[in-house]
């Protein structure tokens, strides 16, 4: 086995794609080391199987940051954890998810149909007024995920441009760590307020519900913990998957005719959400004691474990096409929104945001187009949720 120092293969993408080397790597060491010149010995997981023992094994693997063994080098990355349910074990994860799960269900979700229609109606008529020519970036992808999720935890929709940045430095963190730690506390400060706001007058939304219901059995780090999970988690990603997969309905006629038409659109967008695994890697997993993995690697205690979900989401358990769109593939369940525990609470109201947005836009404006060629478009480098900076699209 080839130690590969520096190697950043898990952020790394060829456009939609992941790099051919994630590929490589799949095929040849699903579990792979990857070491870094500080920190414990990193695997990276980029195998279907693999990915979902990981994600499943929560007895083995814990997802707290102060499981990271001691290194003063690293210190900085315990105060990453924001609290809320990403970084945190059972009984504490059981204890908050269990309040949160009932506000996600489908019946619940129902009601907010109406609400993501009219918002992104509103979005529709501001890109007919921009252009011909617009941002779907600036004008669609970011805006719909912005007021839905502010929405519902009770953040004023005036506060949501600095949200959008915050988020942004967030997930960059490769970039500027301490972009990243000053943005984690501004988020943190700011909901905080809103927290106590809504211990005194709870309002018609998420946090209110929360204080109204379990209000005795949270405290206030908690419940701001659980809205940073929401509203970082429920924003970014969103906004990505709309940006992506609008990027690809409008650059393959075929697919785009069969959301226009509707019948498929569940399908079309599920496949697009495994093709796109816009969360490139789950939260890093600590292994609590030795583990061994599907594909015959130990992993020891002490070590930490990254689950490369695009690269997961690309193995040929999706069949020999893994690689290209198939919205008719008879396909095990992807891992887009995680495995297991942790999956993403939010998976439902995401899949209905897209479900909703990508239909109305394409038959709103039939002959959308890429204003400029594909290969001028910016993606973004490094981050953990992949995105693309600006969409310019005409019509
Ligand atoms: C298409 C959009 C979305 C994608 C691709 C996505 C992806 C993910 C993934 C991969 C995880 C699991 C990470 C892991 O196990 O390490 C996750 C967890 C989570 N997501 Fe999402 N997400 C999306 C939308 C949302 C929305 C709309 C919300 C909020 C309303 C949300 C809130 C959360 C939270 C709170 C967690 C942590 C759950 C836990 O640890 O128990 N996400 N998401």
């Known amino acids: 086995m080839s130690d590969e120092p520096f190697t950043l293969v898990q952020f790394q993408r060829d456009g939609l794609d992941p790099v051919p080397e994630l590929a490589r790597r799949r095929a040849e060491q699903p579990a792979s080391r990857i070491q870094y010149p500080i920190g414990p010995p990193l695997w990276l997981v980029a195998g279907y199987a693999d990915s979902k023992a990981v994600l499943g094994d929560s007895d083995s693997f814990s997802n707290d940051f102060k499981n990271l063994t001691s290194d003063d080098d690293l210190d900085f990355l315990k105060q990453l954890n924001p609290g809320g349910l990403g970084f945190t074990d059972p009984p504490d994860h059981t204890r908050l998810r269990r309040m949160l799960t009932p506000e996600f269900t489908m019946r619940r979700l129902r009601r907010l149909i109406p609400r993501i229609e009219e918002i992104v109606a509103d979005r529709l008529n501001a ?20 007021l839905v999720i502010s929405e519902l935890l009770g953040v004023p929709y005036p506060d949501r441009a600095a949200f959008q940045r915050l988020s942004e430095s967030r997930f960059d963190f490769l970039g500027d760590i301490e972009g990243c730690l000053n943005a984690v506390q501004e988020t943190l400060d700011y909901l905080g307020a809103l927290v106590a706001q809504q211990r005194t007058d709870p309002g018609d939304n998420l946090l209110g519900m929360l204080v ?55 399908e079309v967008v599920d496949e697009l959400l495994r093709y796109l695994s816009v969360v490139q890697v789950a939260f890093p997993r600590f292994a609590m004691k030795d583990v061994m993995l599907p594909c015959g690697q130990k992993i020891a205690a002490g070590e930490v474990v990254l689950v490369s979900l695009s690269g997961a989401n690309r193995d040929s358990a999706f069949g020999e096409d893994a690689e290209t769109v198939n919205p008719i593939r008879n396909m095990p369940p992807h891992v887009a929104f995680g495995y297991g525990m942790h999956r993403c609470v939010g998976a439902e109201l995401g899949r209905i945001e897209l479900q909703i947005a990508y239909p109305a836009l394409l038959r709103r404006f039939e002959k959308l187009r890429l204003a400029v060629d594909f290969d001028e478009l910016k993606f973004r480098e490094l981050s953990i949720v992949y995105g693309v900076e600006k969409l310019p699209v005409t019509w």
């Open 127 to 146: 890109i007919e007024a921009a252009g011909p020519g617009a941002d779907l970036v600036d004008l669609f992808a970011v805006p719909i995920p912005s």
């Open 212 to 266: 109204r219901e379990h209000g005795d059995n949270i405290s206030d780090s908690e419940l701001t913990g659980l809205a940073d999970g929401i509203l970082i988690g429920g924003h970014e990603t969103t906004a990505s998957m709309l940006a992506l997969g609008a990027l690809h309905l409008m650059t393959n006629e075929e697919h785009g005719d069969l959301v226009r038409q509707g019948d498929t659109v569940n």
